[in-house]
């Protein structure tokens, strides 16, 4: 059971933790929270009484923030790892300003307390980032390893302080040097099982530049492991290190670890690394030089990251679009070429078509008689097949236009644009007796303005073809809000589309009853290209009391 609130405080202020730089060991340890957890940011968060104290951090610039909107002080006292891959949807830090956005836009979010061995919490090792996230078992347990270290750190540089305070007792002076071995040979342990656990390549030199550690992926990674009679300008020939492009040599100067130790920083470095017997691997590489306190050199770290598979994927996923760009500008040549033929097609088919229609009309006028009553219904058949001709040209030109045709979605009053349909149909509305309304008035839409025509020509043109033959038809287009933008209903009552048919009109020469030979199965075709040519979508249901509704869902802007 954990003590109270003003023992922890008093524990906490023991260790003289707040407003103190932290050293380059907990930076490191951060660092590889971050990188464990694969998230942008991490942070020590210290919690006394009013505040809470970013001791050190990785991914954003940190600082002090009252206690009441830190995220860590709400679990704080239960002293055990807490972790959300999505704080918006959770209910203890939905409202947080580091989620709301007023401090941060937190999403994945975890933390693991820092428990001094006598019980106390004094704060939390915390990683976060702005994209869900989630964390494995093993991944969490790494995490509670390191704020073991981070602990034991803690304990260090009390101890460090306790020690200079106890200088005249010799007795104790050497218990507790024994203590502060114990802990170090704990946290060098701690700190080995914890890099040679993590899938980053971590390689360090001293101050004279040569090697003093590689962890297990360094190893796996270089093929080899350390050894620290390699002379620093040797490092880049005997690890096989390579430019970004995979060819070139790096230089001893260019070698991430020797730049971070001359430079003092390295972030984001790209380098090939290609050991011999070993297909070439891709890393990035960041580091920073080390120094202890008066500024003297430690040395330098390097971290690596292996890229190979995400770089892989980004040159196939490029090749796919170059590919698709291809295919799509050859698309467009073939849609234009279609479209050309189409037209081409309907003139030079519909001219000579006209012609013998117009001798076959002369033939009959001038010599019907003659002709006899079967000449003449020959006349009549041959009339009719070159009508049936003549209507599927100009179906057929109209499906081409459809689909070749740019779409300009501007504003377009839907009312007008009915208004011309009908026109359009006028001499089909008469010799039908059928009444197109609409019941009340119909919505600005965006769209363009001639496909629409057409859409609500070859709508309603098909209710009045397909009408009842026991009732007068009538067709009535509406329109409402819905689907992200408007729902036009065109519905008739006529004889109605089957339930098991009203896919299959929408495809190509596609009628309910071939064998009536009303018409050639283009229009609704037709009315299908030009909705997805504005994005959206047309279905058919059952008009009530008879008859069908076509509806058609265009997108808004």
Request: proline share 4%.
């Amino acid at each position: 059971m954990l003590t109270s609130e003003a023992l922890r405080l008093s524990a906490l202020h023991e260790y003289g933790l707040l407003d103190s730089p932290a050293d380059d060991e907990l930076e490191a340890v951060v660092r590889l929270a971050a990188a464990v957890a694969g998230a942008s940011s991490a942070t020590l968060n210290l919690i006394d009484e009013d505040r809470q104290c970013q001791l050190t951090t990785v991914g954003f610039e940190g600082g002090d923030s009252p206690r009441s909107d830190s995220m860590c002080a709400l679990r704080l006292l239960e002293a055990r790892t807490v972790w959300t891959p999505d704080a918006s949807s959770h209910p203890d830090y939905a409202t947080n300003p580091w989620v709301t956005g007023r401090l941060a836009a937190v999403r994945f979010y975890a933390s693991v307390p820092l428990v001094t061995p006598g019980g106390f919490v004094l704060g939390t090792l915390c990683v976060f980032d702005t994209v869900v996230r989630r964390l494995s078992d093993a991944q969490v347990r790494l995490l509670e390893d390191a704020a073991g270290v981070v602990v034991a750190l803690f304990e260090r540089r009390r101890q460090a302080r306790e020690n200079r305070d106890l200088a005249m007792a010799a007795d104790e002076q050497r218990e507790l040097l024994e203590l502060t071995m114990r802990e170090l040979e704990v946290r060098q342990e701690l700190t080995d099982a914890v890099l040679d656990t993590i899938d980053v390549g971590v390689v360090a030199a001293g101050p004279d530049g040569r090697l003093t550690l590689f962890n297990r992926a360094a190893r796996d990674w270089l093929g080899t492991d350390l050894d620290a009679t390699v002379a620093p300008e040797e490092h880049a020939a005997r690890y096989a290190l390579f430019a970004a492009d995979g060819r070139t040599p790096l230089t001893a100067e260019d070698a991430p670890l020797q730049r971070a130790l001359r430079t003092g920083r390295v972030d984001g470095a790209e380098i090939v690394v290609a050991p011999a017997g070993r297909a070439p691997a891709r890393f990035t590489v960041s580091g920073r030089a080390l120094a202890v306190s008066d500024g003297s050199s430690l040395g330098a770290v390097v971290a690596m990251t292996d890229v190979t598979h995400d770089r892989e994927q980004r040159a196939a996923l490029e090749a796919a679009h170059a590919q698709l760009a291809e295919r799509t500008r050859e698309l467009e040549r073939s849609n234009g070429e279609l479209e050309q033929f189409a037209a081409t097609a309907s003139h030079d088919l519909r001219s000579p078509l006209s012609v013998v229609d117009g001798y076959l009309e002369l033939l009959d006028d001038v010599h019907g008689e003659a002709l006899g009553e079967q000449g003449r219904g020959w006349v009549g058949t041959a009339r009719r097949a070159l009508a049936r001709t003549l209507t599927l040209t100009d179906a057929l030109l109209s499906y081409a236009q459809a689909g070749g045709a740019s779409c300009a979605r501007l504003p377009v009053d839907l009312g007008e644009v009915l208004e011309h349909a009908v026109l359009d149909l006028r001499h089909e509305v008469r010799a039908a007796g059928a009444s197109v309304e609409a019941p009340a008035p119909l919505p600005v839409v965006y769209g363009d303005a001639t496909l629409l025509r057409q859409l609500l020509q070859n709508l309603v043109g098909n209710a009045i073809k397909h009408r009842h033959p026991d009732r007068p038809s009538q067709v009535c287009v509406t329109a409402e809000r819905g689907e992200g933008g408007w729902v036009v209903s065109v519905a008739d009552n006529g004889v109605g589309i089957p339930a098991e048919a009203r896919e299959r009109v929408f495809a190509m020469f596609s009628t309910l009853d071939p064998a009536s030979r009303t018409g050639h199965g283009v229009g609704l075709s037709t009315c299908k290209r030009i909705v997805e040519r504005h994005g959206g979508r047309i279905w058919i249901s059952e008009a009530p009391g008879g008859g069908a509704v076509v509806q058609v869902a265009l997108p808004q802007r």
